[in-house]
């Protein structure tokens, strides 16, 4: 079984605060990816990683960075947290050339 | 330029009747399709699957229909029962390793 953690089910900070968002999985996959999830916009892509030291950015990167220095963890960070960033944030990771498998997710309000 | 859509922001059915759930896409290079389904507070799940060299995918309950000529999928559930209640994403994938396309998704509501 795939398993994706996250660190955080729920999280509330202030704006102008440095947030981390850290995600683990244990199945040795390459590729991991962070979304957010708004009502009425689905899914949107954040940052993607094929490999350890490597990122892409996605669909909406502004406002985000990330980090991988290990194969298993993959972080987004969130420099100077504003409340339009306030969000469902969901981590995922890749098993084969297709499907991803997603983490609990995180509930971020930014106040 | 929303690439797949899921134009049914909800839909309701009675416990043991079928559902179905409708996905559209624009980009004809995708070719491969995904349904995850999501509760409120949770990841989505990958539910099943379609390369676009076939037209039907059943796992139990669950079979997925393509139609590459019309852009069109959809996601048949049969018998729905009330755990299926829950948000459905549409996703597709345009060559291997490539990322994932998501629609806004449909909210199912299975009454008893």
């Known amino acids: 079984d795939v398993k994706v953690t996250q660190s955080s089910r729920y999280l509330v900070k202030r704006t102008g605060e440095k947030v981390f968002l850290e995600c683990v999985q244990d199945?040795?996959?390459?590729?991991m990816f962070w979304y957010r999830q708004d009502p009425g916009l689905g899914l949107r892509l954040i940052y993607f990683s094929y490999d350890v030291k490597m990122k892409e950015k996605g669909d909406i990167p502004e406002g985000y960075s990330v980090s991988r220095e290990k194969k298993e963890r993959f972080s987004l960070i969130l420099e100077s947290a504003s409340t339009n960033q306030t969000s469902m944030y969901l981590c995922a990771s890749r098993a084969g050339r297709v499907t991803q498998y997603f983490g609990p997710g995180t509930r971020l309000t930014v106040l | 330029d929303q690439q797949v859509k899921q134009n049914s922001p909800s839909l309701s059915v009675q416990e043991g009747r079928i559902s179905i759930l409708n996905c559209d896409y624009t980009n004809s290079m995708f070719d491969y399709f995904l349904w995850y389904k999501k509760y409120p507070a949770e990841g989505p799940t990958f539910l099943i699957s379609?390369?676009?060299?076939?037209d039907k995918n059943e796992d139990g309950r669950f079979t997925v229909f393509l139609n590459k000529s019309a852009k069109h999928l959809s996601l048949h559930i049969v018998p729905s029962q009330p755990g299926d209640s829950a948000v459905y994403f549409c996703?597709?994938?345009?060559?291997?390793?490539?990322?994932?396309?998501f629609g806004k998704g449909t909210m199912l509501l299975v009454s008893p």
């Open positions: 379609i390369s676009s060299i076939k």
């Open positions: 199945m040795d996959h390459e590729n």
């Open positions: 996703a597709a994938s345009a060559g291997g390793y490539s990322t994932l396309t």
